[in-house]
């Protein structure tokens, strides 16, 4: 088996790539890249790419992803989120390969009461949310086919919200931070086990694949302090407040960004709880300031 990851440096692309190698893959059988071995946007310079390796599954990890800025980026946004993806998942329709695309709570607007379920009715109210919707739709026309609805990730490679909170740990005893944004947050390092196993199989579809269990940004925070003896107090705030206190100017973000794990759960298993998750993350960035 051949794989192809795109967007390699971020901090999915990356654990998939330590998760394929960890189960034997040979290094010649990845080819894990990013924006400069491939612009996705270029449909001849991905055809001649993905054609010269000819894999067998590719993750398609490489997006846009800056959420706020793709309100005045749009045409950046789209061209990398809805053509650069076409262009993919026209190559992997051409070598009959499997595509993995990685999509967003962002699809959902947050009005409902209780969890998402994958097939409810998609209203994003962000340019991100709608690029990425636009790119499902792109992926499903490949019959071989995941979409991964994950939110709240964070990894060892690159920047993340527990990085941020302990960032201000040094110089603050304090922090505001939203408590009407519920979700679930979702390690790198078991969303990457997660879309290994499934592309080893043939259920073919949309997945909402988190950690388990759900939480507020402040929970989030509070947490991150308490199991790194952090001595911070956490302000739940409004995301109203938030932005008045901080005066910046956001995308939409969804209030309730609950995702239904029961498909997943039949199909494969449901990921540890995102406490469970986060302590491991702990140990990880120990090991990484040490080495």
Not at 109 to 131: C, L
Not at 156 to 179: A, D, P, Q, R, Y
């Amino acid at each position: 088996m051949k794989y192809l990851i795109t967007g390699y440096k971020g901090q999915l692309g990356y654990d998939i790539k330590r998760e394929l190698l960890k189960r034997g893959v040979s290094e010649d059988d990845i080819l894990a890249i990013d924006k400069e071995e491939m612009d996705i946007t270029e449909k001849s310079e991905v055809e001649s790419v993905v054609k010269d390796f000819n894999p067998n599954v590719i993750f398609h990890c490489a997006a846009f992803t800056a959420v706020d800025k793709a309100e005045s980026m749009e045409e950046d946004a789209y061209k990398i989120n809805v053509v650069g993806t076409k262009n993919i998942v026209d190559a992997s329709i051409a070598l009959d390969s499997t595509i993995i695309y990685m999509s967003t709570d962002y699809v959902f607007d947050g009005t409902k009461e209780g969890e998402y379920k994958e097939q409810d009715r998609v209203n994003p109210k962000s340019v991100y949310g709608k690029t990425k919707y636009l790119g499902e739709e792109e992926v499903r026309r490949n019959p071989k086919h995941f979409i991964a609805r994950i939110s709240w990730v964070f990894g060892i490679n690159g920047h993340n919200f527990i990085k941020t909170m302990l960032k201000l740990s040094e110089n603050n005893k304090e922090v505001n931070v939203v408590n009407d944004q519920i979700g679930s947050p979702t390690y790198t390092v078991d969303l990457a086990k997660m879309l290994v196993d499934m592309s080893n199989t043939e259920r073919y579809g949309t997945y909402n694949i988190t950690n388990s269990g759900y939480c507020s940004w402040a929970e989030f925070a509070d947490y991150i302090f308490r199991s790194n003896s952090k001595d911070v107090k956490v302000n739940k705030v409004t995301t109203e407040e938030y932005l008045e206190i901080t005066g910046v100017k956001q995308a939409y973000r969804p209030r309730n960004s609950k995702l239904d794990k029961s498909k997943l759960e039949e199909n494969f298993e449901l990921l540890p709880t995102w406490q469970d998750a986060i302590d491991r993350y702990n140990k990880e960035l120990a090991e990484e300031k040490n080495n």
